[in-house]
Nanobody, 121 residues
Framework: QVNLIESGGGLVQPGGSLRLSCATS????????MGWFRQVPGKEREFVAA????????TYASSVKGRFTIFRDNDNYRVDLQMDRVTPEDTAVYYC??????????????WGQGTQVTVSS
């Protein structure tokens, strides 16, 4: 079983920044593409960003490209999402995903429990 634990969510003002983290203790992390997804009530979960196992390749949804950055630290089994210049439309529950399909944006089989991000003044 792969445990993915997100942290860093909260309330942020429009135009502000927030950094989400996803931690795992599973060794498979270091050879897996990892991703972030988000979901708002009544809508399907949507792809946000993905990063290859090496960290050399990244992809982003068009809605966040240029504002969000995905990082990974394989030594510490962690993947972060830096969110800058956030807008109210970024309000959602954010989920870490293991095994994300790098270029299709389809999720892998492993999910965290989610962390709420609320953008509001």
């Amino acid at each position: 079983q792969v445990n993915l634990i997100e942290s860093g969510g909260g309330l942020v003002q429009p135009g502000g920044s927030l950094r989400l983290s996803c931690a795992t203790s599973h060794r498979a992390f270091t050879t897996s593409t990892m991703g972030w997804f988000r979901q708002v009530p009544g809508k399907e979960r949507e792809f946000v960003a993905a990063i290859s196992w090496s960290g050399r390749n990244t992809t982003y949804a068009s809605s966040v490209k240029g504002r969000f950055t995905i990082f990974r630290d394989n030594d510490n089994y962690r993947v972060d999402l830096q969110m800058d210049r956030v807008t109210p439309e970024d309000t959602a529950v954010y989920y870490c995903n293991g095994g994300t399909k790098m270029y299709s944006g389809q999720p892998g089989d492993f999910w965290g429990q989610g962390t709420q991000v609320t953008v509001s003044s």
